[in-house]
């Protein structure tokens, strides 16, 4: 594989854990991730933030222990993009929202864009139909590889790490389901293109218009 080039040299991901980022915390969660975004652009305090996610329960969990897991996973991802970006996370159209929060988890996870950039994209350059289970299998083996501390996480945490990316890549249009994994086209909208291009993630939008 080759998808040590570029982003691992260009974003310096020093650890393995930079390098999966926060994949295990969830896929996309596109309504959650509108609202957590919108409450982002506010500014809130940590006593604000608190008071939002769990006394008001703004993502309508039905645990403060699920509402917070899943308001810091999006946290994590979007917080230190531009107020630009969350308004059109926040704001924009479903389909707007879904790409913006995928290339927002790439970002965050540089695992799961090396598998978009390599993996997926050579699955559709051999107009194969449909990903499946093994594509992932001998891509995290080489990954840990890369990364021998991946090799020492738990096989539940493995496990999950699979189901997330595939989710994840689901939520984002490129394939059918998880279940049977048909690889679907994603027309990157020029709004997405263009905030990729204004915080220098070219890679990103390497990753997500796979051609």
């Given amino acids: 594989m080759t998808s040590t ?13 930079d390098y999966l980022g926060d994949l295990i915390g969830g896929s996309l969660m596109i309504k959650e991730s509108q609202i957590v975004a919108e409450l982002l652009l506010k500014k809130p305090s940590q006593e604000e933030w608190l008071d939002a996610i769990v006394n008001r329960n703004i993502l ?7 509402a ?5 996973t999006i946290k994590k991802r979007i917080e230190d993009l531009p107020d630009e970006y969350l308004e059109q996370v926040a704001f924009g159209s479903t389909e707007l929202s879904t790409q913006l929060m995928f290339a ?24 194969r139909e449909s990903l499946d289970v093994g594509d992932w299998e001998s891509y995290w083996e080489d990954r840990c590889r890369l990364f021998p ?3 020492n996480m738990s096989d539940a945490s ?31 909208l020029p709004e997405v293109r263009q ?5 220098d993630r070219e ?3 390497a990753a997500m218009e796979l051609i």
């Avoid at 080039?5 to 854990?17: G, M, S, Y």
């Avoid at 917070?68 to 810091?72: C, D, G, L, T, V």
């Avoid at 905030?195 to 915080?199: A, G, K, V």
């Fill in 104 to 127: 927002a988890t790439l970002i965050n996870s540089t695992l799961l864009a090396d598998f978009m950039r390599n993996v997926v994209l050579d699955a559709k350059r051999m107009f």
């Fill in 158 to 188: 493995t496990y999950k790490i699979s189901q997330v990316a595939f989710k994840a890549i689901a939520d984002g249009g490129y394939i059918e389901t998880t279940r049977n994994k048909k690889l679907q086209n994603v027309y990157l």
């Fill in 149 to 151: 501390d991946l090799a």
């Fill in 195 to 199: 905030l990729l291009l204004s915080i």
């Fill in 5 to 17: 080039n570029n982003p691992l040299n260009k974003h310096a991901i020093k650890t393995h854990k």
């Fill in 203 to 205: 890679d990103i939008i």
């Fill in 68 to 72: 917070k897991r899943n308001a810091a």
């Fill in 60 to 66: 309508q969990k039905r645990s403060d222990a699920s």
